[in-house]
């Protein structure tokens, strides 16, 4: 019998220790766990005492070209000293790994482990840090051109409504609602005057679950992959949704943003054009991320993806957003 057409699959962890132990240089007693099967599929090395993340991405989302300019931004920012996880060469020299998987070749790499874990609520202090070192990011990528995807209101704005629309009725309030704001936030970014505005290469997803925080409170940044072109200040703006989306206490909320913007601009100045854009960039991105989640039905959000879902999510996330920076 011939094997039926698949669209996702998960590598077996078994078979994939025996692979990366002939690939790298780990011990015989190494093992890999699926830790994660989500847009990308993560696993989790042990060998030693040393720790590692083998990352395994989904048909047709990354290619090559776009996963070498990820590897080429971390180690450009590792060279630099800023403290993120960065990919691993194989005993041959190579990053990336080929494996024919029932759907298609599917790209891996070895990333090393960042150390320390994650922390869903953590100090102003801490927050102080993270704006810090996102400044030190931005000062290294600040016009760098990633031979990725650029971040236009197009692709935040536009593409990721038009995939909403196949998973939730343009005649709901809810979409009745999102096709206004959308308007308002293209009218808003063709005003931005673009010589005041910093671009280059962006992370797009600097959040509490891509960073971990060590003993010493020190931190690590890890998964590039949404890397792209566009103004610096859609990571600022991305950070600062994402604290109040976890931040409900108010007085705290103000606190840690505060906290943050300060660690930033120690290191370099956000301009007042980039600020008057902060609360927009951020509104867009939930527009960006949305189309992500239906983007990847198929073989990640379906599991808790529906109509019920998006409305709540407008609902509670987005329009709270809108009348939060609306107040």
């Known amino acids: 019998m011939s094997m039926f057409p698949v ?41 030693g005492e ?13 290619t090559d070209k776009e996963i070498i300019e990820e590897i080429r931004l971390t180690n450009l920012l590792k060279e630099n000293n800023i403290s993120v996880s960065f990919a691993i060469k ?37 927050h102080f840090k993270v704006g810090e070192t996102m400044a030190l990011i931005h000062k290294n990528t600040l016009n760098l051109k990633l031979n990725r995807e650029t971040y236009t209101p197009q692709a935040l704005l536009i593409d990721s ?36 505005l910093r671009h280059g290469a962006v992370l797009l997803d600097i959040w509490f679950d891509n960073l971990h925080l060590n003993a010493k409170d020190e931190i690590t940044i890890f998964d590039f992959d949404f890397c792209g072109n566009g103004w610096l200040c859609l990571d600022i703006a991305y ?65 808790f993806i529906n109509e019920t879902y998006l409305k709540r999510y407008i609902e509670v996330r987005i329009k709270k957003y809108y009348e939060h920076i609306n107040t």
């Open 90 to 126: 194989d005993l041959t020299g190579n990053y990336i790994q080929s494996f024919s998987a029932p759907e298609g070749n599917r790209p891996g790499v070895m990333f090393s482990w960042a150390e320390g874990e994650k922390s869903l609520n953590f100090s102003s202090e801490t």
């Open 161 to 196: 409504f038009e995939i909403l629309k196949q998973f939730l009725s343009v005649e709901t309030a809810e979409m009745t609602f999102m096709g206004s704001v959308q308007k308002l936030l293209l009218e808003e970014l063709a005003k931005a005057d673009l010589t005041k």
């Open 50 to 62: 040393k720790k590692y993340i083998f990352r395994v991405y989904s048909l047709n989302w990354r």
């Open 239 to 303: 950070y600062l949704l994402q604290l109040f989306v976890l931040e409900p206490d108010k007085n705290e909320h103000r606190m840690k943003m505060e906290s943050f913007l300060n660690g930033y601009e120690s290191i370099t100045k956000i301009s007042m054009d980039e600020k008057r854009l902060l609360p927009t960039l951020g509104l867009s991105l939930h527009y960006f991320y949305l189309g992500i989640q239906c983007r990847r039905f198929e073989n990640w959000s379906n599991v």
């Open 7 to 47: 669209s996702s699959s998960i590598l077996s962890a078994n078979h994939l220790n025996v692979f990366l132990q002939g690939k790298y240089n780990l011990a015989r007693n190494a093992t890999c766990s699926l830790i994660k099967a989500g847009i990308n599929h993560s696993y989790l090395i042990h060998s």
